[in-house]
């Protein structure tokens, strides 16, 4: 298990990587302006871990509430989150 803080990588969250996925954790204190459009260089599934009010939005898509559903991100769309109340934590399986 690899455990890394978001001060060791400059990101909006913290991670934690397990076998076959990865654990990320963003903190209720997280701004706004840190939850930039982005996009990835492979295929993933997202789920959230628990009940939340943060969002998820693909390119020309509107918003949706993050579920326990795993969530499908195409490699290099364009996607962010939109911070809810409390803190997230989300597994992301990288394909």
Known sequence: MDHQTSQDTGRPY???TEEGYVIREFS???SSFE???H???EDRYVQAIGETDWEFQLDNQIPQVLSENKLFIPK???HRLIKGTGDLTVKVYKL
């Open 39 to 41: 996009r990835d260089k």
């Open 28 to 30: 209720s204190s997280t």
């Open 35 to 37: 939850l930039v459009w």
């Open 76 to 78: 290099e769309t364009y």
């Open 14 to 16: 913290s991670e934690i």
